[in-house]
C-alpha cells in the first residue's frame, strides 16, 4: 500500500507526524506501508512555484490513497487565485476525481461537555455527511470578475450534471445501508433549478435501494436542524457548497472541529484523507494542535481504502481509550482532564494501539 503524504501548511506537518507514527506502528507489525511526502498548498508554492506542483499530482495518482495536512495561512493571501493554497486542494480533488467527501460527526459520550450545545442534544450523536466535491458552483463555468455596464460585476455558476448527482447519489445510499438506512437528501429546488434537478435524481436513484427512507429538506432548514435537534439525522447527502457549510455546522456539534476525520473518495475507493479543520495559523509550531481527527483520517482510510475493517476499528478504538483516560489537547481541555501536547497525544495513541 502505497500512501502519498501531504503534510500542507501550518499544523499540517505536526498533526501528520502524529498519524505517521501511527502508520509506522502498524508496518513495524508487517503491514506492507509504503510512505513518501510532497508538499502542497503555500509549501507547495514554496517548494515549486505552485500549490499542486506537478510531482506531488503525479505521486498522488501513483498511490493508493493520500494522507492530507491542511492548506493556507495568512502569508499566502495576497497570492493571485491561482497560487494560493486552496487551490491546490480544490485542483488534486478534482485531478483525482475525488467527488464523495464522507464527513462523519461523532460525539465521543467524554467530550459532551465541549460541544456547545446542552449535552442531551448532541448525546450519542453519530452522523454522516456525503458531500459531493467536485461540481457546484466551485468549478462550474463561467466564473469570473468583469466590467458590465461600467461596474464590476462578479459571477460563478451552480451547474450539476444528472452523472454528478446519480454517482454520489449510489454512495450515499450505500453509506446508508450500512447505517440507519435514513438518507436526507439536502437542497434548494424552493429556489434553484439545479437543486431541482438534483432531488428528481436523488429520487430516481432510491428506486434501487427500497430500504433506505429518503427524505428531502432545504439548506436553511437544514441548517436550522442540526442545530436544534442533530439526532434526527442519520446520513445527509448534499451539494459541494451546501455541504461545506453544513459540515463545519455539524463539526462544532461534536465539540471540537479537531476530532473530525473525513474521506473523498473516487469511483474506486481510492481515497485522500484529511481532518476537517484547516491549518490554523495562530496555533502552528506550538506543538499544541489535536492530532486525533488526522489519526482518526488513517482510521478512515483503513475502512474505506484498503477495506481493513479490523484495523480501522482498533485506530478507533485507541483513541477511544486516550480519550477516555482523560487525555486532552488544549481545543477539547476541560477541567479535571490532563492537557497533553500533540506530540504526547500521538505518542498515548500508539500505546494504546
Ligand atoms: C473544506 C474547505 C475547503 C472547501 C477550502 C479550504 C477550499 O473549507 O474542505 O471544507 O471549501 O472545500
Ligand atoms: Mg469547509
Excluded at 455541504?243 to 473516487?266: E, N, Q, T, Y
Amino acid at each position: 500500500m502505497k500512501i502519498a503524504v501531504l503534510p500542507g501548511d501550518g499544523i499540517g506537518p505536526e498533526i501528520v507526524a502524529q498519524a505517521v507514527k501511527v502508520l509506522e506502528v502498524l508496518r513495524a507489525e508487517g503491514a506492507k506501508i509504503e510512505m513518501e511526502t510532497a508538499p502542497i498548498g503555500g509549501a507547495g508554492y514554496d517548494a515549486a512555484g505552485d500549490p499542486l506542483p506537478d510531482a506531488t499530482l503525479k505521486l498522488s495518482r501513483e498511490a493508493d490513497a493520500v494522507l492530507l495536512g491542511a492548506v493556507g495561512g495568512p502569508q499566502y493571501d495576497a497570492l493571485d487565485r491561482p497560487l494560493r493554497p486552496e487551490r491546490g486542494l480544490l485542483r488534486i480533488r478534482k485531478e483525482l476525481n475525488l467527488f464523495a467527501n464522507l464527513r462523519p460527526a461523532l460525539l465521543y459520550p467524554e467530550l459532551a461537555s465541549a460541544s456547545s450545545l446542552k449535552p442531551d442534544v448532541v448525546s450519542n450523536l453519530d452522523l454522516m455527511i456525503v458531500r459531493e466535491l467536485t461540481g457546484d458552483v466551485y468549478f462550474g463555468q463561467p466564473r469570473g470578475i468583469e466590467v458590465r455596464n461600467g461596474e464590476r460585476v462578479g459571477f460563478n455558476t451552480m451547474l450539476y450534471a444528472e452523472s454528478e448527482v446519480r454517482r454520489v447519489a449510489h454512495v450515499a445510499f450505500g453509506i446508508a445501508m450500512k447505517r440507519g438506512k435514513k438518507l436526507c437528501s439536502v437542497d434548494k429546488a424552493n429556489v434553484l433549478e439545479c437543486s431541482e434537478l438534483w432531488k428528481e435524481v436523488m429520487i430516481e436513484v432510491s428506486k434501487d435501494y427500497p430500504e433506505v427512507e429518503l427524505s428531502h429538506m432545504y439548506v436553511d432548514n437544514a441548517a436550522m436542524q442540526l442545530i436544534r435537534a442533530p439526532k434526527q439525522f442519520d446520513t445527509m447527502v448534499t451539494g459541494n457548497i451546501f455541504g461545506d457549510i453544513l459540515s463545519d455546522a455539524a463539526s462544532m456539534l461534536s465539540g471540537s472541529i479537531g476530532m473530525l476525520p473525513s474521506a473523498s473518495l473516487d469511483e474506486n475507493n481510492k481515497g485522500m484523507f484529511e481532518p476537517i479543520h484547516g491549518s490554523a495559523p495562530d496555533i502552528t509550531g506550538k506543538n499544541m494542535a489535536n492530532p486525533l481527527a488526522t489519526i482518526l483520517s488513517v482510521a478512515m482510510m483503513y475502512r474505506y481504502t484498503f477495506a481493513d475493517l479490523a484495523t480501522a476499528d482498533r485506530i478507533e478504538n485507541a483513541v477511544k481509550n486516550v480519550i477516555s483516560q482523560g487525555l486532552r489537547t488544549s481545543d477539547i481541555w476541560t477541567d479535571g482532564t490532563q492537557k497533553v501536547s500533540c506530540s504526547e497525544m500521538g505518542d498515548a495513541v500508539v500505546k494504546a494501539l
